[in-house]
């Protein structure tokens, strides 16, 4: 069977794959949001004075590295609604269940770059940050965040390309993302290269936008770190 240049180009332009692109984009920027801010919170618990903070930190992040992500999906999807009777509500969507699963999974990677970033700040910028009379909430938010973030842009941008393809996962779960569109379609044409070769087009482009926002954010940041290394030189 020859490639069929008219199915690929209809395909291509469809409203239906579009939509199930920007769900898959929507879930991964909604999830690695949720993700970010999660995982910076247990990178602080992970370095709190308190035992059971460091423990539960330590904990969250073991169980939702090693739990394969299909299984958290279909565990939330499936199993939390007969564990919490408020989630049999039509509310809870597909993806709402994709969000929540995918945000805590993310939660777990982001905690480790996170602790990584933090870590790389020297502990002489805190005490400098002390001397001039900051409080503890103003040495995080003024001189060790901004130096942290720096470090975590490129392991945390990523993880958001790797979270964009996980997010294919969510089809087990009926949630009608690029992937799932673009299988709903070859059940109906069977015209597998063409739809396939959109979906893959799709991705890369999606992924090929992400990287150009990488290398500009890398290059925004790093020329500031130049900037103010060059100012205190």
């Not at 949720?34 to 969250?60: D, E, K, N, V, W």
């Amino acid at each position: 069977m020859s490639f069929d240049a008219h199915v690929f180009w209809t395909a291509l332009f469809s409203w239906p794959i579009l939509q199930g692109a920007l769900i898959s984009v929507a879930l991964t920027v909604l999830s690695h949001a949720m993700g970010i801010a999660l995982g910076l919170f247990l990178a602080l618990l992970g370095g709190a004075q308190s035992r059971s903070l460091r423990a539960f930190a330590t904990t969250y992040i073991w169980l939702f590295r090693g739990a394969p992500t299909l299984l958290q999906l279909l565990f939330v999807w499936n199993a939390l609604p007969q564990l919490l009777p408020v989630l049999r509500q039509h509310w809870f969507t597909p993806f709402l269940a994709a969000w929540f699963a995918l945000s805590l999974n993310e939660a777990a990677y982001q905690a480790e770059i996170s602790r990584s970033a933090l870590a790389s700040v020297p502990r002489d910028q805190r005490d400098a940050g002390f001397a001039l009379g900051l409080s503890r909430t103003q040495c995080f938010r003024l001189v060790i965040l901004p130096q942290a973030i720096r470090v975590a842009i490129p392991p945390t941008a990523n993880e958001f390309i790797t979270l964009l393809k996980v997010t294919s996962l969510a089809s087990v779960i009926s949630l009608q993302e690029l992937l799932a569109v673009t299988t709903r379609e070859i059940s109906v044409t069977f015209r597998f290269t063409e739809l396939y070769t959109v979906a893959l087009i799709y991705y890369l482009a999606i992924v090929s936008l992400l990287m150009l926002g990488q290398a500009r954010l890398e290059r925004r940041f790093g020329a500031g770190l130049a900037a103010a290394r060059h100012t205190h030189g």
